[in-house]
């Protein structure tokens, strides 16, 4: 089954502890992104990734980071976490580059929780 | 800077209603729209893609539009159920690959 699948979905963590939440497509998609979704705020977009290698910046991309070892992973590292960074994120895949015109699949989301 | 949005916030209307969500954007220069179903605590479901060069896309009871002069697009459900109760966002893909969502629709449809 086509999936993008994201661990842990839910995390519970204190204040400067690193973590790292992963994202794995098996769709052999180049495009990955990250997103937080915050009440009254929306969707915004942390990071994408073109292809292997290829990683930039979104709307949002202070206290994250991101790797693109390999095709089918995109891990989300938050290296010294911050109570602001509590929110809903969520990994979606597409076949291309969105100027590419291609759907983005995503995954059911990570509940994150910094204390 | 792209700027995506999504008015009313949220809507409620009777089953078997014809309805149309709207979403507006400030580029024009935007490569696709793209349509998504977000159901309480759960991930986003595509629903349609329209292309820049396209005008409209079909799936089912649903119907979205394009027209970048003017920085709109509408999805226009027909014959709505209580099934069709959820989030509905848009989000324009723009030149530089980023992606920019509105904050979304929350519809309602009543029994």
């Known amino acids: 089954e086509a999936q993008v699948t994201q661990n842990p979905r839910y995390l519970i963590t204190v204040t400067g502890k690193k973590l790292t939440v992963t994202c794995s497509q098996n769709?052999?998609?180049?495009?990955m992104s990250w997103y937080r979704q915050d009440p009254g705020l929306g969707l915004r977009q942390i990071y994408y990734?073109?292809?292997?290698?290829?990683?930039d910046k979104g709307d949002v991309p202070e206290g994250y980071k991101v790797s693109r070892k390999e095709k089918r992973n995109f891990p989300l590292i938050l290296e010294s976490p911050s109570p602001n960074q509590t929110s809903l994120y969520f990994c979606?895949?597409?076949?291309?580059?969105?100027?590419?015109?291609?759907?983005?699949?995503f995954g059911d989301g990570t509940r994150l929780s910094i204390l | 800077k792209q700027e995506v949005t999504q008015i009313p916030a949220a809507l409620s209307v009777p089953e078997g209603e014809n309805l149309v969500l709207n979403c507006s954007f400030t580029?024009?220069?935007?490569?696709?729209l793209q349509w998504f179903r977000q159901d309480p605590g759960k991930g986003l479901t595509s629903l349609l893609l329209?292309?820049?060069?396209?005008r409209e896309q079909t799936s089912g009871r649903l119907n979205a539009s394009l027209d970048k002069s003017s920085g709109r697009s509408t999805l226009y459900i027909a014959a709505s159920q209580p099934g069709d109760s959820a989030t509905y966002l848009c989000?324009?893909?723009?030149?530089?690959?980023?992606?920019?969502f509105g904050k979304g629709t929350r519809l309602h449809i009543l029994p």
């Open positions: 979606a895949s597409s076949g291309a580059g969105w100027g590419a015109n291609q759907p983005q699949h």
């Open positions: 769709m052999n998609h180049e495009y």
């Open positions: 990734s073109m292809n292997v290698e290829v990683t």
């Open positions: 580029d024009s220069a935007i490569y696709n």
């Open positions: 329209i292309q820049s060069s396209q």
């Open positions: 989000a324009g893909g723009n030149r530089d690959d980023k992606i920019i």
